[in-house]
């Protein structure tokens, strides 16, 4: 059966599982939803915050099951002609069975994995940039969209990290497709929830660590803890179905206050890169102005190269630097990790322009903790002549905590602040507002004068352009290159991008959108 996998070889996946009913059988998928169930498939129970899949194990054998893979013992009605396996992780276990279903896809390919807060998506994006400059075939997973090969599509999930079957689906279609390097963004969410469980990888990069979904992990230490988690993966001594082995390495922000703890998770070499410390990538002469950077780089052999790039402010040259480190362990020379760097196209919502003729500057980006926050409006302030303006908000049913932080990032930082929605989802949205402006109110902020609270992302933004000046600059963030806002269970269509444009349009700005 195409497309299909033998029951016993796909156990064989499984470290000491427990086998109830027959061993024969084809396989035609895995899913941990009982909803995606087709026919032949095997479904895994996994426990989650709010629901326990062992509960929906009855919908997926109505649906066709023919494996099913649960950490309980098998119901006491459960079919004789159907096959349950007991494992002790079912998280684990997706990971296992979907790279074995489709074949171990990262087992022939070189691996780079990207972790961080912030940053991610840009630093994913230049390492497939420079990686394809250097005559090979890429695939990226990121935030923003999936390329295979020479194909693009949006990644319009919501979800940078997708869960285990699509991750390994996608892996397969690279490999499938003849790819040689894949750059897979990846989450603390994801390495958490074992979604990248058994994904092979090589190198190992963390851009750097700051409060950020402590929904999902509880506390700081929990969340670093799940970054780690990246490092951990790097096996020196893997061997991989590939004519050379790929470099094997764990790259490090030494300027960030996350590599002392970070340090001893790495069994595989470690590449640090900076500006401030001594590093093995080091940048030096570091030169920032409103249309890109320029700055020399020393690498590990002595060699020094200068760069140039259209990517604006400091955060960007340590996403370069990272990227330059991964260049460098897989051997493209000095020369082409430069040409790559001052050709970069950017990444789509990230400090992108909207022109549409009018007199004051609108910037959209995904900004969307109180750190990068804060670094967008340093970036933005010394190329403002005006007022800096800043629309933002905070994700509903998400980390609460850093709610007040960036209500106080944008009172230290802007000028005027529109507090908006981002995606209330099931939230009171006046309620997450308020959070909101807690914290810029402890900050020195007064309402109405330094900021305003305004329910639905589309008003805020109307407001903010009608309140901008000839000189000014309005900054969009938090949405960046998202096509969607969730409000209650819905997920409406939405693109800061285009909601600017059409609000711009209303005040008689037309001229054309770059």
Not at 380 to 402: N, Y
Not at 435 to 456: L, N, S, W
Request: aromatic share 6%; proline share 5%; charged share 25%.
């Amino acid at each position: 059966m195409e497309g299909a996998i033998q029951i016993a070889e796909l156990l064989a996946a499984l470290p000491l599982p427990e086998v109830f009913g027959p061993r024969q059988g084809a396989v035609t998928g895995v899913t941990s939803s009982s909803q995606e169930m087709t026919p032949g498939g095997c479904f895994v129970a996994v426990r989650g915050r709010r629901a326990d899949g062992h509960t929906y194990i009855a919908d997926a054998l109505a649906r066709g099951a023919a494996l099913v893979v649960g950490e309980d013992p098998p119901p006491p009605d459960f079919p004789a002609d159907r096959t349950y396996t007991r494992v002790a992780d079912a998280r684990r276990a997706v990971g296992s069975l979907a790279a074995a279903f489709y074949r171990h896809p990262t087992h022939s390919m070189e691996v780079i994995g990207v972790t961080g807060t912030d940053g991610k998506t840009t630093t994913s994006t230049l390492i497939d940039a420079i990686a394809t400059a250097s005559g090979r075939r890429t695939g990226l997973m990121s935030t923003v969209d999936f390329k295979i090969g020479d194909a693009r599509r949006l990644n319009n999930s919501r979800y940078t990290t997708l869960e285990a079957p699509e991750v390994q689906a996608l892996l397969a279609e690279m490999r499938d497709a003849g790819v040689r390097t894949a750059v897979v963004e990846t989450t603390s969410s994801g390495l958490e929830l074992q979604r990248v469980w058994g994904v092979e990888y090589d190198i190992a990069v963390v851009t750097n660590i700051t409060s950020e979904h402590l929904e999902v992990h509880g506390s700081l230490e929990n969340y670093r803890r799940a970054k780690a988690m990246l490092l951990e993966r790097i096996d020196p001594a893997r061997q991989k179905d590939l004519p050379v082995q790929p470099a094997r390495a764990c790259v490090l922000n030494a300027d960030d206050s996350s590599f002392a703890y970070l340090r001893p998770f790495s069994q595989a070499p470690l590449l640090r890169y900076g500006i401030e410390t001594a590093s093995d990538v080091r940048a030096e002469n570091v030169q920032l102005g409103p249309d890109g950077s320029r700055f020399r780089v020393q690498l590990p052999d002595g060699e020094v190269f200068d760069v140039r790039t259209p990517l604006v402010a400091r955060f960007n040259v340590y996403n370069a630097l990272a990227a330059i480190a991964v260049g460098h362990l897989l051997g493209i020379a000095p020369a082409a990790l430069a040409e790559a760097l001052e050709h970069f196209g950017g990444v789509s919502g990230r400090m992108e322009r909207i022109d549409c003729g009018q007199p004051f500057t609108v910037v959209v980006d995904y900004a969307h903790t109180a750190d990068s926050l804060e670094k967008v409006l340093d970036v933005l302030r010394p190329v403002t002549q005006g007022r800096l303006i800043v629309v933002f908000g905070s994700a509903g049913d998400r980390d609460r905590s850093k709610r007040p932080q960036m209500g106080a990032a944008a009172a230290r930082k802007a000028d005027f602040a529109v507090i908006t929605d981002e995606d209330p989802r099931e939230e009171d949205a006046m309620s997450i507002l308020r959070e909101i402006a807690a914290g810029a109110a402890a900050a020195g902020g007064r309402e109405p004068a330094d900021y305003t609270r305004i329910v639905g992302r589309r008003t805020g933004i109307a407001a903010a352009f009608a309140l901008a000046r000839p000189g000014d600059t309005v900054l969009l963030a938090g949405k960046g290159h998202e096509q969607s806002i969730v409000i209650g269970r819905d997920k409406l269509p939405w693109d800061d991008r285009t909601v600017a444009r059409e609000e711009l349009a209303a005040l008689g700005y037309r001229g054309p959108a770059r």
